[in-house]
Protein backbone atom coordinates (compact mmCIF):
# COMPACT_ATOMS: atom_id res chain seq x y z
CA UNK A 1 0.00 0.00 0.00
CA UNK A 2 1.45 3.41 -0.71
CA UNK A 3 0.33 6.53 0.45
CA UNK A 4 0.18 9.71 -1.33
CA UNK A 5 -0.21 13.57 -0.21
CA UNK A 6 -3.66 15.55 -0.50
CA UNK A 7 -1.64 18.03 -2.59
CA UNK A 8 0.58 16.73 -4.42
CA UNK A 9 -0.45 12.75 -5.54
CA UNK A 10 2.75 12.19 -7.24
CA UNK A 11 4.10 12.12 -3.99
CA UNK A 12 4.21 8.32 -3.01
CA UNK A 13 5.73 6.78 0.06
CA UNK A 14 5.03 3.81 1.92
CA UNK A 15 3.47 3.15 5.09
CA UNK A 16 6.86 2.98 6.81
CA UNK A 17 8.14 6.23 5.94
CA UNK A 18 4.58 8.05 6.08
CA UNK A 19 4.87 7.26 9.76
CA UNK A 20 8.00 8.75 10.09
CA UNK A 21 7.45 11.84 8.25
CA UNK A 22 3.67 12.92 9.58
CA UNK A 23 3.10 15.48 7.22
CA UNK A 24 3.93 15.34 3.44
CA UNK A 25 6.57 18.22 2.64
CA UNK A 26 4.41 20.33 0.75
CA UNK A 27 1.99 20.69 3.52
CA UNK A 28 -0.18 17.99 2.79
CA UNK A 29 -1.20 14.98 4.35
CA UNK A 30 -1.10 11.26 3.48
CA UNK A 31 -3.79 8.96 2.52
CA UNK A 32 -3.74 5.83 1.49
CA UNK A 33 -3.59 5.36 -2.22
CA UNK A 34 -7.17 3.21 -2.16
CA UNK A 35 -8.63 2.15 0.73
CA UNK A 36 -8.65 -1.66 0.92
CA UNK A 37 -12.06 -3.63 1.36
CA UNK A 38 -12.46 -6.39 3.94
CA UNK A 39 -13.99 -9.29 2.48
CA UNK A 40 -16.04 -11.81 4.92
CA UNK A 41 -16.70 -9.16 7.78
CA UNK A 42 -18.78 -11.67 9.26
CA UNK A 43 -15.48 -14.31 9.48
CA UNK A 44 -14.23 -11.96 11.82
CA UNK A 45 -17.08 -11.72 14.24
CA UNK A 46 -15.25 -13.74 17.22
CA UNK A 47 -11.90 -12.24 17.17
CA UNK A 48 -10.99 -10.35 20.35
CA UNK A 49 -9.85 -6.99 19.96
CA UNK A 50 -5.37 -7.52 18.89
CA UNK A 51 -6.97 -10.20 16.39
CA UNK A 52 -8.85 -7.52 14.67
CA UNK A 53 -6.22 -5.32 14.81
CA UNK A 54 -3.98 -7.21 13.04
CA UNK A 55 -6.71 -7.69 10.35
CA UNK A 56 -7.03 -4.26 9.58
CA UNK A 57 -3.57 -2.95 10.41
CA UNK A 58 -2.03 -5.30 7.91
CA UNK A 59 -3.82 -4.43 4.93
CA UNK A 60 -2.37 -1.06 5.64
CA UNK A 61 0.77 -1.34 6.98
CA UNK A 62 2.02 -3.44 4.24
CA UNK A 63 5.77 -2.61 4.51
CA UNK A 64 5.52 -4.09 7.75
CA UNK A 65 7.03 -8.03 8.06
CA UNK A 66 3.83 -9.87 9.93
CA UNK A 67 5.25 -11.06 12.82
CA UNK A 68 6.33 -7.56 13.66
CA UNK A 69 3.62 -5.98 12.81
CA UNK A 70 1.71 -8.84 14.83
CA UNK A 71 4.51 -7.76 18.17
CA UNK A 72 3.54 -4.33 18.07
CA UNK A 73 -0.31 -4.68 18.12
CA UNK A 74 0.82 -7.26 21.38
CA UNK A 75 2.58 -4.75 23.39
CA UNK A 76 0.17 -1.50 22.82
CA UNK A 77 -2.94 -3.08 24.00
CA UNK A 78 -2.24 -5.05 26.73
CA UNK A 79 -2.41 -4.87 30.73
CA UNK A 80 -1.93 -0.78 30.34
CA UNK A 81 -6.03 -0.66 29.16
CA UNK A 82 -8.12 -1.18 32.74
CA UNK A 83 -10.49 -3.96 30.59
CA UNK A 84 -9.64 -6.99 29.25
CA UNK A 85 -11.91 -5.86 25.97
CA UNK A 86 -10.09 -2.83 25.87
CA UNK A 87 -13.25 -1.23 24.55
CA UNK A 88 -16.30 -2.46 26.43
CA UNK A 89 -19.69 -1.22 24.49
CA UNK A 90 -22.19 -0.50 26.77
CA UNK A 91 -26.09 0.11 25.95
CA UNK A 92 -27.56 3.14 27.63
CA UNK A 93 -31.06 4.49 26.50
CA UNK A 94 -31.17 4.51 22.91
CA UNK A 95 -28.04 4.12 22.15
CA UNK A 96 -24.28 2.04 22.15
CA UNK A 97 -21.46 3.39 23.76
CA UNK A 98 -18.16 2.73 22.38
CA UNK A 99 -16.02 3.71 25.50
CA UNK A 100 -12.81 3.99 24.08
CA UNK A 101 -11.21 5.65 27.44
CA UNK A 102 -10.06 2.82 29.25
CA UNK A 103 -6.64 3.58 28.55
CA UNK A 104 -3.96 4.90 30.98
CA UNK A 105 -5.07 8.15 29.94
CA UNK A 106 -8.76 7.92 29.88
CA UNK A 107 -9.16 9.45 26.52
CA UNK A 108 -9.88 7.61 22.94
CA UNK A 109 -6.12 8.51 21.80
CA UNK A 110 -4.37 5.91 23.90
CA UNK A 111 -6.24 3.43 21.41
CA UNK A 112 -3.49 5.09 18.16
CA UNK A 113 -0.91 6.12 20.61
CA UNK A 114 -0.60 3.12 22.88
CA UNK A 115 0.60 1.89 19.59
CA UNK A 116 2.08 4.51 17.34
CA UNK A 117 5.68 4.31 19.41
CA UNK A 118 6.23 0.81 18.49
CA UNK A 119 5.20 1.50 14.82
CA UNK A 120 7.47 4.06 14.52
CA UNK A 121 10.37 2.55 16.23
CA UNK A 122 9.36 -0.71 13.57
CA UNK A 123 9.21 2.00 10.96
CA UNK A 124 13.04 3.40 11.70
CA UNK A 125 14.15 -0.07 11.54
CA UNK A 126 12.86 -0.66 8.55
CA UNK A 127 14.06 2.58 7.02
CA UNK A 128 17.41 1.72 8.90
CA UNK A 129 17.05 5.16 9.97
CA UNK A 130 19.66 6.22 12.32
CA UNK A 131 18.42 9.79 13.73
CA UNK A 132 16.78 10.90 16.51
CA UNK A 133 13.13 11.50 16.20
CA UNK A 134 11.55 14.39 17.67
CA UNK A 135 7.99 14.49 17.71
CA UNK A 136 5.60 17.69 17.96
CA UNK A 137 2.39 17.49 19.20
CA UNK A 138 0.09 19.94 19.36
CA UNK A 139 -3.38 19.22 22.00
CA UNK A 140 -6.43 20.65 23.01
CA UNK A 141 -6.03 18.16 25.65
CA UNK A 142 -6.40 14.70 24.85
CA UNK A 143 -4.04 13.98 22.28
CA UNK A 144 -0.87 15.74 24.73
CA UNK A 145 -1.21 13.54 27.61
CA UNK A 146 -1.46 10.25 25.72
CA UNK A 147 1.28 10.80 23.26
CA UNK A 148 3.08 11.97 26.46
CA UNK A 149 2.68 9.09 28.33
CA UNK A 150 3.20 6.53 24.97
CA UNK A 151 6.62 7.94 23.88
CA UNK A 152 8.11 8.76 27.81
CA UNK A 153 11.26 7.20 27.66
CA UNK A 154 11.29 5.51 24.42
CA UNK A 155 14.92 5.17 23.57
CA UNK A 156 15.66 7.72 20.14
CA UNK A 157 12.66 9.67 20.78
CA UNK A 158 11.69 12.64 21.89
CA UNK A 159 8.15 14.15 22.61
CA UNK A 160 7.48 17.73 22.88
CA UNK A 161 3.74 18.47 23.21
CA UNK A 162 2.22 22.57 22.85
CA UNK A 163 -1.32 22.90 24.36
CA UNK A 164 -3.33 26.35 25.09
CA UNK A 165 -2.11 27.76 28.16
CA UNK A 166 -6.35 28.42 28.91
CA UNK A 167 -8.02 26.23 26.45
CA UNK A 168 -7.81 22.62 28.48
CA UNK A 169 -9.36 21.40 31.49
CA UNK A 170 -7.89 21.46 35.23
CA UNK A 171 -6.86 17.57 34.78
CA UNK A 172 -5.57 17.49 31.18
CA UNK A 173 -3.34 19.92 32.14
CA UNK A 174 -2.34 18.37 35.58
CA UNK A 175 -1.67 15.22 33.37
CA UNK A 176 0.43 17.09 30.87
CA UNK A 177 2.27 19.17 33.57
CA UNK A 178 3.26 16.02 35.72
CA UNK A 179 4.67 13.47 33.26
CA UNK A 180 7.57 12.08 33.71
CA UNK A 181 10.42 10.97 31.54
CA UNK A 182 13.86 12.83 30.47
CA UNK A 183 12.60 13.00 27.14
CA UNK A 184 9.40 14.94 27.43
CA UNK A 185 8.72 18.14 26.62
CA UNK A 186 5.47 20.04 27.36
CA UNK A 187 4.74 23.85 27.11
CA UNK A 188 1.75 26.19 27.59
CA UNK A 189 0.66 28.05 24.62
CA UNK A 190 -0.35 32.02 24.68
CA UNK A 191 -3.02 31.19 22.66
CA UNK A 192 -5.23 28.50 21.54
CA UNK A 193 -5.27 25.05 19.96
CA UNK A 194 -5.65 26.24 16.06
CA UNK A 195 -2.26 28.38 17.14
CA UNK A 196 -0.45 25.40 18.49
CA UNK A 197 -1.34 23.01 15.55
CA UNK A 198 -0.47 26.00 13.03
CA UNK A 199 2.83 26.45 14.70
CA UNK A 200 4.05 23.13 14.47
CA UNK A 201 2.68 22.84 10.89
CA UNK A 202 4.71 26.20 10.69
CA UNK A 203 7.69 23.83 11.88
CA UNK A 204 7.50 21.26 9.46
CA UNK A 205 7.25 23.14 6.94
CA UNK A 206 10.26 25.65 7.52
CA UNK A 207 13.05 23.83 5.37
CA UNK A 208 15.52 25.80 6.70
CA UNK A 209 15.01 24.57 10.48
CA UNK A 210 14.31 20.99 9.12
CA UNK A 211 17.62 20.66 7.38
CA UNK A 212 19.37 22.57 10.65
CA UNK A 213 17.64 19.83 13.02
CA UNK A 214 19.14 17.15 9.97
CA UNK A 215 22.50 18.51 10.38
CA UNK A 216 21.88 18.36 14.00
CA UNK A 217 21.11 14.30 13.45
CA UNK A 218 17.40 14.89 14.33
CA UNK A 219 14.16 14.00 12.02
CA UNK A 220 10.73 15.73 12.64
CA UNK A 221 7.56 13.31 12.93
CA UNK A 222 3.81 14.02 14.72
CA UNK A 223 1.96 12.07 17.24
CA UNK A 224 -1.58 14.04 15.76
CA UNK A 225 -3.94 12.58 13.29
CA UNK A 226 -2.26 14.15 10.50
CA UNK A 227 -0.01 11.00 10.79
CA UNK A 228 -1.20 7.66 9.47
CA UNK A 229 0.13 5.87 12.55
CA UNK A 230 -2.41 8.18 14.15
CA UNK A 231 -5.03 7.36 11.97
CA UNK A 232 -5.47 3.70 10.60
CA UNK A 233 -5.49 2.37 14.50
CA UNK A 234 -8.64 3.85 15.22
CA UNK A 235 -10.37 2.71 12.13
CA UNK A 236 -10.02 -0.93 14.34
CA UNK A 237 -12.31 0.32 17.07
CA UNK A 238 -15.64 0.56 14.85
CA UNK A 239 -15.08 -2.79 13.72
CA UNK A 240 -14.71 -4.17 16.97
CA UNK A 241 -18.10 -2.34 18.08
CA UNK A 242 -20.17 -3.70 15.29
CA UNK A 243 -18.73 -6.88 15.97
CA UNK A 244 -19.44 -7.07 19.45
CA UNK A 245 -23.07 -5.60 18.67
CA UNK A 246 -23.28 -8.87 16.53
CA UNK A 247 -21.66 -10.91 18.97
CA UNK A 248 -24.15 -9.59 21.44
CA UNK A 249 -26.83 -10.16 18.87
CA UNK A 250 -27.88 -6.67 18.91
CA UNK A 251 -28.03 -5.96 14.96
CA UNK A 252 -28.17 -9.07 12.50
CA UNK A 253 -25.20 -9.72 9.70
CA UNK A 254 -24.95 -6.99 7.41
CA UNK A 255 -27.32 -4.79 9.13
CA UNK A 256 -26.09 -0.78 8.63
CA UNK A 257 -25.56 0.99 11.89
CA UNK A 258 -25.03 4.42 12.42
CA UNK A 259 -22.01 6.28 14.17
CA UNK A 260 -22.41 9.44 15.95
CA UNK A 261 -18.16 11.22 16.77
CA UNK A 262 -17.82 14.45 18.64
CA UNK A 263 -15.63 15.61 16.12
CA UNK A 264 -12.78 18.17 16.48
CA UNK A 265 -10.12 17.51 14.72
CA UNK A 266 -12.03 15.12 12.20
CA UNK A 267 -9.30 12.33 12.27
CA UNK A 268 -11.74 9.86 14.69
CA UNK A 269 -14.59 10.49 12.19
CA UNK A 270 -12.81 9.78 9.19
CA UNK A 271 -11.15 6.58 10.41
CA UNK A 272 -15.09 5.96 11.05
CA UNK A 273 -15.13 6.89 6.99
CA UNK A 274 -12.53 4.33 6.36
CA UNK A 275 -14.32 1.77 7.92
CA UNK A 276 -17.03 2.50 6.03
CA UNK A 277 -15.80 2.58 2.63
CA UNK A 278 -13.76 -1.20 3.70
CA UNK A 279 -16.62 -2.50 3.87
CA UNK A 280 -18.48 -2.26 7.32
CA UNK A 281 -22.02 -1.91 6.88
CA UNK A 282 -22.94 2.37 7.90
CA UNK A 283 -25.90 3.80 7.26
CA UNK A 284 -24.62 7.69 8.32
CA UNK A 285 -21.92 9.28 9.85
CA UNK A 286 -22.81 11.73 12.46
CA UNK A 287 -20.75 14.53 12.93
CA UNK A 288 -21.13 16.39 16.07
CA UNK A 289 -19.54 19.50 16.72
CA UNK A 290 -19.56 21.98 19.78
CA UNK A 291 -20.38 25.51 19.15
CA UNK A 292 -17.14 26.02 17.30
CA UNK A 293 -19.01 24.00 14.42
CA UNK A 294 -17.13 24.46 11.47
CA UNK A 295 -17.42 20.99 10.51
CA UNK A 296 -21.25 20.18 11.10
CA UNK A 297 -21.63 23.56 9.41
CA UNK A 298 -19.76 22.36 6.26
CA UNK A 299 -21.66 18.80 6.01
CA UNK A 300 -24.96 20.96 5.76
CA UNK A 301 -23.62 23.77 3.25
CA UNK A 302 -20.49 22.55 1.63
CA UNK A 303 -18.92 25.70 2.85
CA UNK A 304 -16.00 25.85 5.39
CA UNK A 305 -15.57 28.94 7.29
CA UNK A 306 -13.29 29.85 10.10
CA UNK A 307 -13.47 33.38 10.05
CA UNK A 308 -15.09 33.47 13.77
CA UNK A 309 -13.98 33.51 17.68
CA UNK A 310 -12.86 30.14 18.87
CA UNK A 311 -15.27 29.35 21.64
CA UNK A 312 -13.51 27.69 25.09
CA UNK A 313 -16.34 25.10 26.24
CA UNK A 314 -16.54 22.43 28.41
CA UNK A 315 -15.50 20.01 25.54
CA UNK A 316 -11.75 21.65 25.01
CA UNK A 317 -10.43 18.63 22.94
CA UNK A 318 -13.07 20.06 19.94
CA UNK A 319 -12.47 23.77 20.53
CA UNK A 320 -10.73 23.93 16.67
CA UNK A 321 -11.51 25.96 13.66
CA UNK A 322 -8.89 24.65 11.97
CA UNK A 323 -9.59 21.05 11.31
CA UNK A 324 -6.41 19.25 9.89
CA UNK A 325 -8.50 15.86 8.45
CA UNK A 326 -11.14 17.26 6.95
CA UNK A 327 -8.73 17.75 4.00
CA UNK A 328 -8.30 13.99 3.19
CA UNK A 329 -12.22 13.78 3.49
CA UNK A 330 -12.15 16.27 0.24
CA UNK A 331 -9.28 14.72 -1.24
CA UNK A 332 -11.29 10.61 -1.30
CA UNK A 333 -14.52 12.50 -2.36
CA UNK A 334 -12.88 14.85 -4.95
CA UNK A 335 -11.91 11.44 -6.27
CA UNK A 336 -8.31 11.98 -5.54
CA UNK A 337 -8.22 15.82 -7.36
CA UNK A 338 -5.03 17.28 -5.00
CA UNK A 339 -4.72 20.11 -7.64
CA UNK A 340 -8.13 21.05 -5.99
CA UNK A 341 -7.59 20.11 -2.53
CA UNK A 342 -4.24 22.59 -2.49
CA UNK A 343 -6.63 25.41 -4.13
CA UNK A 344 -9.19 24.98 -1.55
CA UNK A 345 -6.33 24.87 1.22
CA UNK A 346 -4.94 28.34 0.03
CA UNK A 347 -8.22 29.67 0.25
CA UNK A 348 -8.56 28.72 3.64
CA UNK A 349 -5.41 30.39 4.51
CA UNK A 350 -6.07 33.26 2.38
CA UNK A 351 -9.51 34.23 3.14
CA UNK A 352 -10.65 32.14 5.94
CA UNK A 353 -13.03 30.07 3.74
CA UNK A 354 -13.34 27.93 0.69
CA UNK A 355 -16.68 26.49 -1.03
CA UNK A 356 -17.04 23.04 -2.31
CA UNK A 357 -19.50 22.40 -4.98
CA UNK A 358 -20.45 19.22 -6.24
CA UNK A 359 -19.01 16.96 -3.02
CA UNK A 360 -21.55 14.02 -2.19
CA UNK A 361 -21.69 14.42 1.12
CA UNK A 362 -24.53 12.58 1.93
CA UNK A 363 -23.00 9.34 4.08
CA UNK A 364 -22.64 12.23 6.83
CA UNK A 365 -24.84 14.08 8.82
CA UNK A 366 -23.90 16.88 11.20
CA UNK A 367 -25.60 19.41 13.81
CA UNK A 368 -24.01 20.93 16.79
CA UNK A 369 -24.43 21.32 20.80
CA UNK A 370 -24.73 24.16 22.69
CA UNK A 371 -23.20 24.27 26.33
CA UNK A 372 -26.75 24.13 27.73
CA UNK A 373 -27.78 20.84 25.52
CA UNK A 374 -24.44 19.15 26.72
CA UNK A 375 -25.79 19.81 30.44
CA UNK A 376 -29.06 18.49 29.50
CA UNK A 377 -27.66 15.93 27.84
CA UNK A 378 -25.18 14.76 31.22
CA UNK A 379 -28.35 15.07 33.32
CA UNK A 380 -30.87 13.23 31.29
CA UNK A 381 -27.99 10.19 30.41
CA UNK A 382 -27.39 10.04 34.57
CA UNK A 383 -30.91 10.63 35.43
CA UNK A 384 -32.27 7.78 33.21
CA UNK A 385 -30.10 5.20 32.86
CA UNK A 386 -27.21 5.34 35.46
CA UNK A 387 -25.16 6.47 33.26
CA UNK A 388 -22.27 8.70 33.55
CA UNK A 389 -20.60 10.56 30.09
CA UNK A 390 -18.30 13.44 29.78
CA UNK A 391 -19.46 16.66 27.90
CA UNK A 392 -17.43 15.08 24.47
CA UNK A 393 -19.22 12.32 24.20
CA UNK A 394 -22.36 14.16 25.91
CA UNK A 395 -22.27 16.47 22.35
CA UNK A 396 -22.33 13.34 20.27
CA UNK A 397 -25.37 12.12 21.97
CA UNK A 398 -26.99 15.21 21.80
CA UNK A 399 -26.71 15.18 18.19
CA UNK A 400 -27.98 11.73 17.83
CA UNK A 401 -31.11 13.27 19.22
CA UNK A 402 -31.27 15.73 16.82
CA UNK A 403 -30.46 13.99 13.93
CA UNK A 404 -33.18 11.08 15.37
CA UNK A 405 -35.98 13.70 15.20
CA UNK A 406 -35.34 15.42 11.97
CA UNK A 407 -35.45 11.95 9.64
CA UNK A 408 -37.37 9.33 11.93
CA UNK A 409 -34.44 6.89 11.52
CA UNK A 410 -33.89 4.62 13.67
CA UNK A 411 -30.92 2.40 13.02
CA UNK A 412 -29.19 1.08 16.07
CA UNK A 413 -26.42 3.91 16.63
CA UNK A 414 -23.17 3.40 18.22
CA UNK A 415 -22.01 6.76 20.26
CA UNK A 416 -18.22 7.18 20.15
CA UNK A 417 -17.56 8.05 23.99
CA UNK A 418 -14.27 9.12 23.37
CA UNK A 419 -13.18 10.21 27.08
CA UNK A 420 -13.93 9.72 31.09
CA UNK A 421 -16.32 11.70 32.85
CA UNK A 422 -13.35 12.43 35.64
CA UNK A 423 -11.19 14.49 33.00
CA UNK A 424 -14.17 16.98 32.90
CA UNK A 425 -15.40 16.49 36.52
CA UNK A 426 -17.10 20.64 37.04
CA UNK A 427 -19.01 20.43 33.92
CA UNK A 428 -20.15 17.08 34.87
CA UNK A 429 -20.88 17.41 38.30
CA UNK A 430 -22.81 20.34 38.07
CA UNK A 431 -24.50 19.16 35.26
CA UNK A 432 -26.09 16.40 37.51
CA UNK A 433 -26.80 18.96 40.09
CA UNK A 434 -24.24 18.59 42.55
CA UNK A 435 -23.00 21.46 44.59
CA UNK A 436 -19.39 22.88 43.69
CA UNK A 437 -19.10 25.86 45.24
CA UNK A 438 -15.53 26.54 46.91
CA UNK A 439 -14.22 23.31 46.03
CA UNK A 440 -11.41 22.12 44.14
CA UNK A 441 -10.63 19.81 40.91
CA UNK A 442 -9.96 16.92 43.82
CA UNK A 443 -13.01 17.69 45.51
CA UNK A 444 -15.07 17.78 42.97
CA UNK A 445 -13.45 14.59 42.02
CA UNK A 446 -14.09 13.14 45.02
CA UNK A 447 -17.63 14.04 45.02
CA UNK A 448 -18.50 12.71 41.97
CA UNK A 449 -17.15 9.23 42.48
CA UNK A 450 -19.40 9.40 45.78
CA UNK A 451 -22.69 10.74 44.81
CA UNK A 452 -22.95 8.54 41.30
CA UNK A 453 -21.49 5.52 42.57
CA UNK A 454 -19.07 5.34 39.82
CA UNK A 455 -14.96 4.51 40.85
CA UNK A 456 -12.52 6.87 40.23
CA UNK A 457 -10.17 6.50 37.66
CA UNK A 458 -6.12 5.42 39.09
CA UNK A 459 -4.58 7.35 36.65
CA UNK A 460 -6.62 10.38 38.32
CA UNK A 461 -6.27 9.26 41.85
CA UNK A 462 -2.65 9.33 41.54
CA UNK A 463 -2.74 12.58 39.68
CA UNK A 464 -3.39 14.30 43.15
CA UNK A 465 0.25 13.14 44.41
CA UNK A 466 2.49 14.09 41.46
CA UNK A 467 4.75 17.05 41.07
CA UNK A 468 4.66 19.77 38.41
CA UNK A 469 7.77 18.39 36.41
CA UNK A 470 6.68 21.23 33.01
CA UNK A 471 7.23 25.08 33.56
CA UNK A 472 7.43 26.33 30.02
CA UNK A 473 5.11 28.73 27.92
CA UNK A 474 5.58 30.39 24.91
CA UNK A 475 3.50 32.76 21.93
CA UNK A 476 3.25 31.06 18.62
CA UNK A 477 5.98 32.87 17.09
CA UNK A 478 8.25 31.70 20.16
CA UNK A 479 7.55 28.15 19.31
CA UNK A 480 10.85 27.25 17.04
CA UNK A 481 12.81 28.71 19.72
CA UNK A 482 11.73 26.56 22.37
CA UNK A 483 12.37 23.78 20.44
CA UNK A 484 15.95 25.41 19.73
CA UNK A 485 16.30 24.98 23.21
CA UNK A 486 15.10 21.11 24.39
CA UNK A 487 16.60 19.65 21.45
CA UNK A 488 19.74 22.35 21.82
CA UNK A 489 20.28 23.04 18.63
CA UNK A 490 21.33 26.26 17.14
CA UNK A 491 21.44 27.93 19.95
N1 LIG B 1 -8.70 16.64 20.03
C1 LIG B 1 -7.36 16.88 20.07
C2 LIG B 1 -6.80 17.86 19.12
C3 LIG B 1 -5.78 17.17 18.27
O1 LIG B 1 -6.39 16.10 17.61
P1 LIG B 1 -5.64 14.89 16.94
O2 LIG B 1 -6.64 13.78 16.95
O3 LIG B 1 -5.27 15.33 15.61
O4 LIG B 1 -4.44 14.57 17.75
C4 LIG B 1 -6.68 16.84 21.43
O5 LIG B 1 -7.25 16.30 22.34
O6 LIG B 1 -5.58 17.30 21.56
Known amino acids: MKYISTRDKTISISSSEGIIQGLSKEGGLFVPRSIPKLDNLMALKEMEYKGLAYVIMKEFFTDFENDRLKNCIEKAYDNKFSTDHIVPVIKAGDAFFLELFHGPTL ?232 VLVKDKMVELAELGYYKMDNLDLRDFYGSYSTEEEVGFEINKMFMDNNHLIDPHTAVAYNVYQKYKSETNDNTKTIIASTASPFKFGGKVVSSIGIDINNKDEFEIIEKLGSKTNVKIPKAIEDLKDKEIAHKNNCDREGMEDILRKFLKVGI
Open 107 to 338: AFKDMALSILPYLLKESMRINNIQKEIAILTATSGDTGKAALEGFANVKGIKIIVFFPEYGVSQVQKMQMLTQEGNNTFVVGINGNFDDAQGGVKDIFNNNHFINLLGKNNYLLSSANSINIGRLIPQIVYYFHGYLTLLREKSIKENEKINIAVPTGNFGNILAAYYAKEMGLPVNKLICASNENNVLSQFIDTGIYDRRRRLILTSSPSMDILLSSNLERLLFHLSGGDS
